[in-house]
């Protein structure tokens, strides 16, 4: 009896993980064309999935690592506009 709650308890959060999950997935992607944070609401929603899904967690991966090389584009630009604005001074 002890081991069926249990099993009936896993599967009430993996329900409610994929339920909340989803819905801040489906949210981030909404927010792509609506205003609003898209791109902190996706990964969150990514990293709520992630606790039960590999998938997700392959994603959320793929997402950080893209994001990681955005911010070093922009910052080696950044970096490099400064150095001509400062020899043109």
Known sequence: MH?????TLKQAKRVI???VGFTVLVLGIVLIVLPGPA???IPLGLAILATEFVWARRLLIRFRWKARQLKN?????VQGERRENSRSM
């Open 3 to 7: 081991s069926v709650v249990i099993s």
């Open 17 to 19: 993980v994929v339920v």
């Open 39 to 41: 791109v902190l609401v």
């Open 73 to 77: 584009s922009i910052s080696r630009k």
